[in-house]
């Protein structure tokens, strides 16, 4: 048999048993391809090696190089076949171990999505987190797993600050976080971020409404203790647990309470019933009349002893009771007492030592931080020997002299009064020490807050508000944010430029009524009159307020805008801006505007005027040249006939040139109207092309130019005013025939595309020049192209107006190699009437 490690297995007898032995493939094969040979060379048949001739051992080697070659091939084809099933062997588990992550992948997910809360991964920085979980039923119904990170949107303002920092921590140095969160609509929410697995994880949860916030141990004594705060810590306490009053009436018990008196939870909500009888509620009563525990023992004839602790309120007592206290060392054991079981409750790292620094109550927040065996903690180690233990660690703030610091450090043994000091650790974090009285002599009680992350986010917040006082002092206008108290909260330096009042008597105590003092001071004449009527509308509570501008002139000549804002948060923002410059500047431009309105309109009437006092001469100068060309007068030579021609040429080119000036001014007037019917087009085209001929003077069929005319059949009803449309044709080939060669084609094509009917002029002149096509339908904008004689640039200004008047558009474009086209698109039936823009 064969092994995958590269070698034969063979067996060969030695004695009477089977000894297995291997060698490798290569060597096997060289075998198996030479075994023949040695066979062949072994045989009778070769005994005689003698006898044997050269020739006869020739011609049998190729038989033994065949046959090796035959056992090779045969072996390299069966390695390759288990080769090739050792593969798919291997791609079948591969393929199914992947089925098997995938399922159990979304298994995970299907289990996260069902979880009351959300997860975000950042698997790859560059890419968008994923977000896992049940946003809408976690946060609200109308945020989708893309809101999730726009924290504005569902949290407060100063939590959603909180988290952005925190996050941001967290995504670029990999800080862990955990604390709760205000949301929007009231609810609380817990936000936590990790690493897991080198990648950053946000998870969000709601916070059910019977979660507590975290217990604060109080810094005196138990004395400053109250109801509330005893009534929410003896929750957490497994020990049945009670509140009195001052009149020794219960106020609050515990659960452990109700299940030591077998009391079932649906009668948990009428009167708490008592645990002890008259007369030991009488001992009771007497005990707990200083400050400090008092420890006694009630025989109840129920629940047998009870080691009853009790401890004076600022307005009441309480006490607990333990069960079955075997000896007296547990009754005096301090871990056994209210104080104990209160801080052991607190994230906050917390210890106490008595009177001879000797450390007798810790949490487990305190070892956690510190990083100290608890086994060492409970031999009670003195304060000294902790703090030096710490300090060989590295732990304790870089003090040069270290004795001194300690020393000063140890003094808070006898303290009267709490005392505060800020400890700056190698590791970068800051805590704040609060070293309190204990209840016993001349003991410490030591709570170390954590305000590494307080610290860091008080300073972006100040950095924060740096930058909003600097935009603000950046400003043009005059900012000023009132609270709803009146006072000053928020403002820049131009408040005191624009209202003259010094700059040191504005701050965030600085109410509305001592602003209406100041610019009484700082503008007699209407200072204080101004802001009176200003204030009253910014201090205005009504919830029906709105918003208010307007503009103030004052006394002195300057002109201030203001603008009061009703912002979300009952506040009110004002905005001034000293507009006296900008005003000046209006003004002028306003006056200069209606000048040269009236300078218009006299335009406009002179050219009106000027326009019909020319049509009297000029009717009279085409009326006496028909006459004389007409022969009434006299027949005239060739030569004079030529001149009573040009005569009359140049009359109508200056008729036309006076309808267009006319047509104008009644469309600047507004006073243009259309006469819309229904129209033949052939007709219009006809009455276009023979106004085109009269006015060259000559014969239609002497036309210098060759103007062809084409109408489509089946055109649709054209209802349009006849005379502007036949005005509009007129000018497009008057134009077209102006800048062509004698001879050169002018074609006029009047085809329909869509239900608008389009007249399309083509011709083959020099074309219009590039820098004229964007100007060329602006009015007197005719200039001389190619060495022609220069229009009045009235004519395509016509077109386009008349165009736009029934609703169409026109369009210029050159031809290659050269000349012009012109599309008039106009509707068939809808007319918009009025003058263009």
Known sequence: MIRFGGEFVFYSFKGQDMVPGTFPISKGVARFASAPAALMLTSPAFAQVNELSSSQLLSTTPYAIAVGAVLFGTAATFLSLMQQRKSQRVAAEAREQLTDLSAELDEKENILNGMSEITVIWRDPSAAPSVVGPVRQVIENFVTNDMVLDFDRWLTAQSAIEVKFKLADLLAQGTEFEFGANGSAEQRFRVCGKLVAGSPVLRIARRIAEEETPYVLPSASKSQLDIETCSQLFEKLNHPAWVRDVRGKLVKVNQAYFELLGVPEENREGEVPELFDDAALLRLREVATSEGPHSVTEHHQQFGTLDVTKFKLA??????????????????????????????????????????????????????????????????????????????????????????????????????????????????????????????????????????????????????????????????????????????????????????????????????????????????????????????????????????????????????????????????????????????????????????????????????????????????????????????????????????????????????????????????????????????????????????????????????????????????????????????????????????????????????????????????????????????????????????QRGAGLGLSIVKTFAHMHGGTVAIERREPKGTRVIVNMPAEQIAQGAAE
């Open 315 to 788: 307005n009441g007592t309480a006490g607990y009771a333990v069960q079955g206290l075997a000896s007296n060392e547990e009754k005096n054991d301090p871990r056994a007492s209210f104080l104990t079981a209160a801080i052991n409750e607190l994230r906050t790292p917390v210890a106490v030592f008595d009177g001879s620094a000797q450390l007798t109550h810790y949490n487990k927040s305190f070892a956690d931080f510190w990083d100290l065996d608890t086994k060492w903690l409970d031999t009670h180690p003195n304060e000294k020997a902790i703090l030096d233990r710490l300090r060989t660690e590295g732990q304790l703030p870089l003090e040069p002299d270290y004795k001194k610091w300690r020393s000063t450090h140890l003094s808070s043994y006898g303290l009267k009064k709490k005392r505060e000091d800020m400890w700056h650790l190698p590791s970068g974090q800051v805590l704040n020490v609060i070293a309190s009285p204990a209840p016993n002599a001349r003991g410490v009680i030591y709570v170390y807050h954590n305000v590494t992350e307080k610290l860091a986010l008080e300073s972006r917040y100040n950095a924060l508000i740096h930058v909003q006082d600097e935009t603000l002092n950046a400003l043009r206008e005059a900012v000023a944010v009132f609270g709803t108290d009146g006072r000053l909260k928020l403002h820049n330096t131009q408040l005191s430029g624009v209202w003259k009042i010094p700059l040191n008597e504005l701050n965030k105590q600085t109410h509305i009524s001592d602003i209406v003092e100041l610019c009484g001071k700082s503008l007699p004449e209407d200072g204080r009159d101004i802001w009176v009527d200003l204030k009253s509308f910014i201090i205005d509570i009504s919830p029906e307020r709105s918003n208010k501008t307007g503009r103030i002139a004052r006394a002195d000549g300057r002109l201030i805008d203001y603008a009061i804002v009703r912002l979300p948060d009952g506040q009110t923002l004002v905005t001034f801006v000293d507009v006296t410059e900008n005003a000046a500047y209006e003004r002028v431009l306003k006056e200069r505007n209606e000048a040269l309105e009236t300078a218009d309109k006299l335009k406009d009437a002179f050219v009106q005027n000027v326009s019909y006092e020319f049509r009297s001469p000029l009717t009279n100068i085409i009326g006496f040249a028909d006459l004389l060309t007409s022969g009434e007068a006299g027949e005239l030579n060739e030569k004079q006939k030529s001149y009573a021609n040009y005569i009359r040429s140049s009359s109508a080119t200056l008729g036309l040139l006076i309808d267009n000036i006319l047509d104008l001014t009644t469309i600047d007037a507004g006073i243009a109207e259309l006469n819309a019917e229904v129209l033949d087009v052939h007709k219009l085209v006809e009455k276009a092309a023979a106004g085109v001929v009269a006015t060259l003077q000559v014969a239609q069929s002497d036309v210098p130019i060759n103007l062809s005319i084409n109408v489509a059949n089946n055109l649709p009803t054209f209802v349009a005013d006849g005379a502007r449309i036949v005005q509009v044709l007129y000018n497009l080939l008057s134009n077209a025939v102006r800048f062509s060669e004698p001879g050169a084609k002018v074609s006029l094509d009047v085809v329909e595309r869509a239900g608008r009917i389009l007249f399309i002029v083509e011709d083959e002149g020099e074309g219009i020049p590039e820098d004229m096509i964007s100007s060329i339908f602006d009015r007197f904008e005719g200039r001389a192209v190619a060495g022609r």
